[in-house]
């Protein structure tokens, strides 16, 4: 019989797979794993639905941790945090996007956008040069900084790149963000079609990538 490797182990591995595979679970609906210095998982923190027990997430967290990664993971790590059914589809709590406004002074833009959690709406602003391009990069910021303001600094996000792409002959944005932490960085992309307004694309892409994952952050 095979021992079970240490939790040290974990240094081989990026936090993004952990949580791959944790989300794979049944009625996991995100998760937030936390390592150490040395790569070892500290903390598993999982928002689920309200279908499972949070006894049974933990022990399949658990076991497939140690099938995927070889690495036993002490239960009292683990915290669930449970959403009711009705909420399961879209998280919670759902961040949703009220307004962008891009104003323009000379050869500087200054992007504002409204985000509504529940009975908040928060506000997050970015400036920079008025390029077309970067008028989009500002949009993107904008929504992240209103995410970081909600979150009371307990994050810090990043727009690596905006792109607008042509699929099934239409328009869509896709937005790459990062996550920085005290313990590392993470990485997400989300996607939106044009309809209207490519600067509404860019916050809804933007809130594609990072919705969920705000939600754990949220909870715990």
């Not at 049944?26 to 150490?36: D, M």
């Not at 790590?77 to 323009?104: C, F, M, T, W, Y």
């Amino acid at each position: 019989m095979v021992s079970p490797r240490p939790e040290v182990a974990a240094v081989h591995f990026e936090v993004r797979d952990y949580e791959k595979t944790i989300t794979q679970i049944k009625a996991v609906l995100s998760a937030r794993v936390i390592t150490g210095e040395r790569g070892n998982i500290e903390a598993i923190h999982v928002l689920a639905g309200s279908g499972r027990s949070p006894k049974q997430i933990v022990r399949d967290i658990e076991s497939a941790v140690m099938a995927r990664f070889g690495i036993q993971v002490n239960h009292k790590k683990i915290s669930v945090a449970q959403v009711h059914d009705e909420d399961a589809e879209v998280g919670a709590p759902r961040i949703r996007l009220v307004a962008v406004n891009v104003g323009i002074s000379g050869a500087m833009a200054e992007a504002k956008v409204h985000l509504k959690v529940a009975d908040d709406l928060i506000e997050g602003v970015a400036s920079g040069p008025a390029s077309k391009q970067n008028r989009l990069r500002l949009v993107a910021s904008g929504t992240l900084n209103a995410l970081e303001r909600y979150l009371k600094g307990s994050c810090v996000f990043t727009v690596e790149d905006v792109s607008v792409i042509t699929i099934a002959n239409r328009s869509a944005v896709v937005v790459a963000v990062t996550l920085v932490t005290p313990t590392g960085e993470d990485y997400f992309l989300g996607s939106a079609f044009v309809r209207e307004d490519d600067r509404e694309a860019v916050a809804k892409a933007t809130l594609d990538a990072i919705n969920r994952q705000v939600a754990v952050w949220v909870r715990n």
